[in-house]
């Protein structure tokens, strides 16, 4: 199935479909720690660089050969202007994914491997069940050179983005899974 053919299918609500590696389309459902985790990150953008500041999350950006991706948090570059409906990864300063449980091999191998490739400065893991965040930089054709993985509850976190800015984002404040209880 195309982008073109998935980005005007209607799927059921509650759910998020993404692009694997491999070319599959995978349907999984939203969690409450997703949803919650990126208001948060969206939150800390605020503060950080404004209200104003380019950010998108869930929309799709145009990387080379039909890799699109729709991450759940994307900050751009200032002055990025969208060719058509969308921006390029060119326009990119920091991508971050926030793990699901059926999303896990997605965001820490194919993701990496994938805006390494296309040299997204900076890549943020976000993992909810693990409480800890993956920090990328320096990217490589096949990944990036440097991960450093910061525990939920450590403080803020200030990530430097290549344009100049600083992108603070607030590990005590990242929400974490809350206990399953039983059947009402």
Known sequence: MSVEAIMHTEFPEGYTVFFGADGKVI??????????????L??????????HAKTVSDVYLDFPADENSAPDLAILRE????????????DVLLITEVVSVSSARKDYDDCTAKYGRYGIPVYLVVDPYAAEVVVHTQPTGTGYIAAHTHKYGTGKLPIDLADGRT?????????????????R
């Open 42 to 51: 969206q939150y800390d953008t605020i503060v950080s660089l404004g209200r």
């Open 27 to 40: 349907m999984t459902p939203q969690s409450l720690e997703h949803s919650s985790t990126i208001k948060s």
């Open 167 to 183: 992108f603070t984002l607030d590990l005590d404040e990242l929400p974490r899974p809350e206990p399953e209880t039983g059947a």
């Open 79 to 90: 002055d990025s202007q969208r060719v058509g409906k969308r921006y390029s990864f060119e």
